[in-house]
């Protein structure tokens, strides 16, 4: 159930902070940073507004994630690839080694990974990226229809 | 020489990448569902690199002074985490929000729109736990590392998300081998 609610809070958190950055036109620091002081300080103020590892999770999750929507829409263009990758960045973070606790910078290594596979899914890329192949095929098939 | 060093950062990134995921896949390498699951992501991640865009802009002098800057927010975040104990999350917010207001000083300036996201990186290395960093030193070296990174990155991963925290983690993991190897 934990788990659950920290990858709705990832993906939650990640298409936020794209929200802010891309349509808000706020800037990608801006968004990320004022979100997750926002959400850190009311965690921080209510350490009993939900149970206990929940509460220290919930903070750390929504700042790793929104790290992923700083992402410029240059690079993705869509809410959905952008709520996979906050989800993804979550249960990456559950799995997540103890070899490197407690490292600053490991959110973020964590929210590039998180990208980095949506981005790699083949059937999420850009429409405009045809390959050569798919071009010489279509060529083919309409020369024929001509005739 | 000059191509090799031109592909460094990315190197360098990579690698950084693949010892995080290499350090999740040896912890839980009986677990069959984990493996699997590490592996999908390594292979998508290969592909990812593939159509990962370069640019081509030259290095300027200017462009050091941002070391700088990722120095002071490193320290400031690490101040507020753990001297006035507030925590990692709350610290990076605020600096990064202080920092993201500095290019209203003055819209012209190519200097101060290159603030907010030196100094976010510079927060990230200040999230470091006690446990790690454990002195303005250690902070101060990382931080400075992190800023010569991030200079040298300049026109790869433009534009995605957690490429600053890449970097962040590629000044603390780099400090702490070389305190572990020589100290």
């Known amino acids: 159930m934990d788990a659950i609610i920290l990858i709705i809070t990832g993906a939650f958190a990640a298409v936020c902070t794209y929200f802010l950055n891309v349509k808000l036109q706020q800037g990608p620091v801006r968004a990320s940073a004022a979100l997750s002081l926002a959400v850190g300080l009311v965690f921080h103020f209510f350490p009993n507004l939900l149970p206990q ?31 996979a990758s906050g989800a993804l960045f979550s249960l990456i973070y559950l799995n997540t080694s103890n070899f490197f606790t407690g490292y600053g910078g490991s959110l973020g290594t964590i929210a590039c990974i998180s990208l980095l596979v949506t981005i790699g899914l083949p059937f999420l890329a850009k429409k405009n990226k045809i390959s050569n192949g798919y071009l010489v095929l279509r060529k083919l098939i309409f020369k024929k229809k001509k005739h | 020489m000059k191509k090799f060093l031109k592909k460094l950062p990315f190197l360098l990134l990579i690698l950084l990448h693949a010892s995080f995921l290499l350090a999740m896949l040896v912890e839980k390498l009986n677990i069959t569902s984990n493996l699997i699951f590490i592996a999908a ?15 081509e802009d030259k290095h300027l002098k200017q462009d050091f002074l941002a070391v700088g800057f990722v120095v002071l927010g490193a320290v400031v975040t690490f101040y507020l985490n753990v001297q006035v104990n507030l925590g990692p999350v709350i610290a990076a917010g605020a600096v990064g929000t202080i920092a993201s207001y500095v290019p209203w000083l003055n819209r012209q300036s190519k200097l101060l729109n290159e603030v907010p996201a030196s100094t976010y990186c ?43 925290g890449t970097i962040a983690f590629g000044g603390v993991a780099v400090t702490y081998l070389l305190i572990f190897l020589f100290l």
């Open chain 2, 41 to 55: 992501i390594i292979i998508l991640v290969l592909i990812a690199y593939t159509q990962v865009p370069r640019h």
């Open chain 1, 53 to 83: 590892p929940l509460n220290a999770n919930i903070p750390i999750v929504f700042i790793g994630s929104s790290f992923v929507g700083m992402v410029s829409s240059s690079v993705v263009a869509n809410y959905f690839v952008v709520a």
């Open chain 2, 122 to 164: 510079g927060a990230f290395v200040g999230m470091s736990s006690p446990n790690i960093a454990g002195s303005f030193m250690f902070i101060l070296f990382a931080s400075f590392i992190a800023g010569l990174l991030l200079v040298f990155s300049k026109n790869i991963f433009r534009g995605f998300g957690g490429k600053l």
